[in-house]
């Protein structure tokens, strides 16, 4: 091997040349198995997990522990895993959740100790492994993960409030398994007795709340006298997740996890700073970290032990799925006049991730680092289950969701957004052909007109979450700007694209002497611009025809599909296809 001699007198192995590449490799993985998961509705995870292992253990491409550095490596997945978990808590908004917060409090409480009980247990009868250890990793298998549980709800689409309950319990179900798992952790290797795990729970998630609190109150005190100039919100707001999980962990190992949760659950309930804007920044943030962990955790397994392990874990992946899950379930939901079909959705929802993998990949670390005895089946039983539990509850979620038909119904509507009054004639051409349709708009003119006509229209502000509920509650999948003003062009297609996609968001071409208004959406009906639109609704109105009937001047708008749905028209029609259309002006093309 070369060496030579770095810039400041360090010597250097040619080897350290790899590192930016393979930060490149993962980086390049990660965002593409994500993107690749998206297009084949899949969960993420288990192609992130599947890459992983296939450039690390298989084919040697990357070795992350050599590469960064353990002593590096593992701190920076700790820290990585709570901006995940601050992430998530940005998500939680506690007046969303109308029922099911008893639920969740049990879930995370008498549910999770069902679950470690069960998982050591079995844990304990499978495997050849001390009473502590096999409490360990019954401990580290009690979490579940945002990672894991949200990209399966937007799959399965499950109705509330199953769906926020599973969120909830995603998310504050980590730092409380991972605490529990520091306990036994703790136990094991100071021989302290089991007695005193009550008060270090309580001493560690205390510490976590506090120190999340206290950094976002000083963090909304300084954003609410806008000492932070709008540039630098969500650079400092990642700061402060960062203070918050060290300051934490300086006081309790772990409370790191429940400081950054925390956080994002207070920033996400607070009133004084518009929390939307902190938000799209910590998902593109999330992306990358979930992307980035997945593929160094899936790259550090070995598969000599993971196959080693793989009989027996199949049998503790079963207890756990066929017994714990819905054990805790039954008795989380005691009471509480929850509907049979919720629980039983409930109880097929419990996937394993990140969280799990790291917490395992980290103390397995510790225990030889701290000279205890090593537990070499620790990381492959945790890495077996999280695998087989994500392709499991992958693969099956959606079809429970629809035999136990708590999934929504898929939607298939359009939103027109516009101040026009023409857009209401449009919306009853839609509505006449049994297409779910919501007119978004501002004007109390174009409001009234299309209540008048018994149609549905959004009637509060672009920016309220109300704007959500109403598009999952008509199923809209996709929205239609049919506008000239650019600052409600701009504030429409930001909110219904964070909620919608910027894939289904479409827009009516500015006019060709509009220079500065720029398309918000893809372009939705070729050539035709705002203007032509408005002077053919003027003119000759909205009409549905078959194809054949369709002039040389006419402009097919939607095509109307057999299953009540309507596509935005991009080429010639069909001769038989039933169509929305207009005369446009002379003037267009």
Known sequence: MDVFWGPHGHLLLADESQLPLTIGIILTLGIGGQWLAGRLRIPGVLLLLTSGILVGPVFNVIQPEEDFGGEVLFPIVGLAVGLLLYEGGLGLKIDRLTEGRSVILRLVTVGALVTWLIGWGATTLLFDVSTSSAALIGAILVVSGPTVVIPLLHLARPREPTGSILRWEGIVIDPVGATLAIVVLDAILEESQMGSAALQIGVTLGAGAIAGAVVAGLALWVLHKHWVPDHLLNPAMLAAAVVAYAAANSIAPEAGLMATTMLGIILANQHLVPSNQLTAFSEDVGHIILGTLFIVLGALVNLDDLLGVL??????????????????????????????????????????????????????NTLVEEGAEPVPELVPIVFATVIITVALYGLTATWVAKKTRVAKIEPNGVALVSNNRFVVDLADQLAAAEVPVLVVSTSHSVQRLAFSKGLLAYDRPLDSHDLDLTLDGVGIKKAVLLTDDENFASLAAHHLAEHLGRANLFQVKPDIDDDDFELRGRNAFGALTYSGLTAGAQASGFRVVNGSELHPDDRALFYLADNHTANLVSEMPAPDSQVIAITPSTSQP
């Not at 039954?330 to 993998?357: C, E, N």
């Open 311 to 364: 009989p027996e874990a199949l049998v503790l992946i079963g207890v756990l799925v066929f017994v714990a899950r819905p054990i805790a379930v039954w008795i989380s939901t005691i009471g509480t006049g929850m509907a049979f079909k919720d629980k039983q959705f409930l109880a097929w929802m419990a996937p394993r991730g990140i969280v799990a993998a790291s917490v395992a990949t980290v103390f397995s």
